[in-house]
């Protein structure tokens, strides 16, 4: 499984609030279990632009470029979110991948998940993100810490475990990014 764990340092309390905001501002996020489209505590495209999670999503788009697809002028088509994870919220209740990005016909190669906060009073195998390879029947897991960018192919189904018992949040930055390249056809037009 190519799945490669960075270290980035950040303002980890100011990008916390930040998510947070980002979270209420979208009235598509449900945030209290009565409003919203999408799953409680996570807001599908990032509202704030020139903030923290800009410049975390640009330093993951440099990672990218130069480890992943080794060339400075990539065109590519990209996904961002954030995502507060608490024992309240659903994530965790089957492995899923991200080869499919809402809104665009692309489909994704990686995905990358970012650490921005974790609680300290975990148990088992609580906060654990695992990964499942079912074509080579391979599984691995690990306990992320902040800090910590993951970054997977998108077809890679992946669990994160939350917490039964904290009500301590999770927050999360993370997106999927899928190369763009121009096809044309000669016709007599």
Same mark, same amino acid.
């Given at each position: $499984? ?22 209420g501002?979208d009235?598509?996020a ?13 807001q599908? %495209?990032?509202?704030?632009?020139g903030?923290?999670?800009e ?14 697809y080794? +060339?400075d002028d990539? $065109? ?9 994870v ?5 994530e965790?209740?089957?492995? %899923?991948?991200h080869t499919? $990005? ?6 994704g190669?990686? !995905?990358?998940?970012?650490?921005v !906060? $974790? ?6 195998d ?12 391979e ?5 992320p810490?902040?800090?910590d ?5 998108? %077809?890679?189904? %992946?669990?994160? +475990? !939350? ?10 930055i ?8 121009y096809? !044309?056809?000669?016709t007599?037009?």
């Open positions: $499984m190519d799945i490669r764990k960075y270290k980035l340092d950040s303002d980890f309390k100011n990008l916390s609030l930040e998510i947070d905001f980002n979270v501002l009235d598509r449900n945030t209290d279990f009565k409003k919203g489209d999408i799953a409680p505590r996570i599908a %495209h990032v509202i704030i632009r903030g923290l999670i410049d975390v999503n640009n330093r993951v788009l440099e990672i990218l470029k130069r480890d992943f080794k +060339k990539l $065109m590519y088509a990209f996904k961002n979110w954030v995502f507060i608490d024992r309240e919220s659903p965790g209740a089957r492995p %899923h991948n499919r $990005m809402s809104d665009l016909t692309t489909k190669e990686w !995905t990358w998940v970012y650490y !906060t $974790m609680p300290n009073n975990l148990e088992g609580d906060g654990r993100i695992y990964f499942y390879d079912y074509e080579n029947d599984e691995t897991s690990f306990l810490e902040v800090g960018l993951i970054i997977f192919p998108a %077809h890679l189904h %992946h669990l994160p +475990k !939350t917490s039964k018992k904290s009500n301590i949040n999770r927050r999360i993370g997106g999927i990014i899928s190369e763009v390249s096809k !044309t056809k000669k007599l037009m």
